[in-house]
């Protein structure tokens, strides 16, 4: 079986081709981090037209790299949603004219169940799993019971993971996206430098709060003065604290879930981290750590996969076609779209 999945939810542009003995046969992908970065943030409107624009090229390059034609197709996946409206309108319409055209099953992916399924990219992982989802628009802890069976233990009170990233590279002039920049300038900085909060960390429950944690990243930041008062140290020092706080708060709320996971499925036996800030090495590394702790064992596919990607949606189509999940071309893209449903 092989299969065609377009991404165009965000900022990235991608599709690829992927079979479902886990071979990526076709990628191309294009980040629109350049347009954007003027703004310090992803425009919508710039992301549509920019999808617009380099949609077709993406795929016909996916396709050549593969190989393949429009007939050796078994199906057209695609984000229906979530995610920024024009964008997925783009892909959607894209996808939709390709299963028309070839007489192709047409299947419309969650974004979010496309990150939930990439470990199973990269390795068997079996059903159930407990998942740790962390993008710069979703933190979540979920079981994954089955394809299209999603339980959700708990989820973010304010900002997303990646986007507390994001801002605190934003107000330390890093630039964006934020993640690896604030990853690479940790490396060099002393994280006990300074005293920062670690939200929800000790009480109950699985939720996620990261907006006390911006504020007195900003609060810190704006003690160093203005225009680049800041030295490079201080920068370094600031970000080693800000991504150990995201580090305790993940691993705080990940234990917690340990046991509502076993109480649900007494069989699971996994921790599957994803979404583009399981790209970050070192939240990889204390996760890591968690999992053996609690004898459970952690799959996290390779950064490329964890970050937006066609492969993960052409992926989450394979797992869906194999079930018989198809959708109808009358499918409408959707601005929100949560997992369980
Ligand atoms: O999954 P993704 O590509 O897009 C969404 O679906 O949101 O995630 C993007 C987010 C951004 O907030 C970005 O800063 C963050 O993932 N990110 C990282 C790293 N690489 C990307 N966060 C921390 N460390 C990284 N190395
Ligand atoms: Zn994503």
Same mark, same amino acid.
């Given at each position: 079986m092989i299969v065609l999945g377009i991404e165009t939810s965000c900022d990235e542009t991608a599709a690829a081709v992927v079979d479902d003995e886990r071979? @990526?046969?076709?990628? *191309?992908?294009?980040?629109?981090? %350049?347009?954007? /970065?003027?703004?310090?943030?992803?425009v919508p409107e710039i992301a549509a037209r920019s999808h617009l624009d380099h949609i077709d090229t993406l795929v016909a390059q996916a396709m050549d790299q593969a190989g393949a034609s429009y007939d050796d197709l078994d199906g057209v996946a695609v984000t229906g949603g979530p995610g920024l409206i024009g964008g997925v309108i783009v892909g959607v319409?894209?996808?939709? *004219? @390709?299963?028309?055209?070839?007489?192709? &099953?047409?299947?419309? !992916?969650?974004?979010?169940?496309?990150?939930?399924?990439?470990?199973?990219? !990269?390795? %068997?992982?079996?059903? &159930?799993?407990?998942?740790?989802?962390? #993008?710069?628009?979703?933190?979540?802890?979920? !079981? !994954?019971?089955?394809?299209?069976?999603?339980?959700?233990?708990?989820?973010?009170?304010?900002?997303?993971?990646? %986007?507390?990233?994001?801002?605190?590279?934003?107000?330390?002039g890093l630039g964006y996206p934020g993640g690896p920049a604030v990853e690479k300038a940790a490396r060099e900085g002393n994280p006990e430098r300074f005293d920062l909060p670690r939200p929800l960390v000790g /009480?109950?429950?699985?939720?996620? #709060?990261? #907006?006390?944690?911006?504020?007195?990243? /900003? /609060?810190?930041?704006?003690?160093?003065?203005?225009?680049?008062?800041?030295?490079?140290?201080?920068?370094?020092?600031?970000?080693?604290?800000?991504?150990?706080?995201?580090?305790?708060?993940?691993?705080?709320r990940c234990r917690n879930a340990v046991k509502p996971f076993r109480d649900r499925n007494n069989g699971g036996? #996994?921790?599957?981290? *994803?979404?583009?800030?399981? *790209?970050?090495g070192y939240l990889r590394a204390r996760l890591e750590t968690l999992a053996g702790e609690e004898g459970l064992r952690l799959f996290c596919p &390779? &950064?490329?996969?964890?970050?937006?990607?066609?492969?993960? @949606?052409?992926w989450a189509g394979v797992e869906r076609l194999k079930r018989g999940m198809t959708d109808d071309l009358d499918f409408a893209p959707r601005p929100r779209w949560p997992l369980d449903q």
């Open positions: 071979h @990526i046969l076709g990628e *191309a992908l294009l980040s629109q981090t %350049e347009e954007h /970065r003027p703004y310090g943030g992803v319409m894209c996808a939709k *004219a @390709i299963a028309l055209a070839a007489g192709k &099953p047409f299947v419309a !992916v969650n974004h979010l169940e496309g990150h939930a399924l990439s470990a199973r990219l !990269v390795e %068997e992982v079996d059903f &159930p799993y407990l998942l740790l989802l962390v #993008s710069g628009g979703h933190c979540q802890l979920l !079981v !994954v019971e089955e394809v299209g069976r999603y339980h959700r233990l708990g989820g973010t009170m304010d900002d997303a993971a990646g %986007e507390a990233f994001d801002k605190t590279a934003k107000v330390l /009480r109950k429950g699985c939720d996620f #709060s990261f #907006s006390g944690l911006k504020t007195a990243v /900003r /609060r810190m930041a704006d003690g160093f003065g203005e225009n680049g008062a800041a030295s490079p140290q201080d920068v370094a020092d600031l970000c080693a604290g800000f991504q150990t706080a995201v580090g305790d708060v993940l691993v705080d036996k #996994s921790l599957v981290l *994803a979404g583009g800030v399981a *790209a970050n &390779p &950064p490329g996969l964890c970050t937006d990607n066609g492969a993960m @949606i052409a």
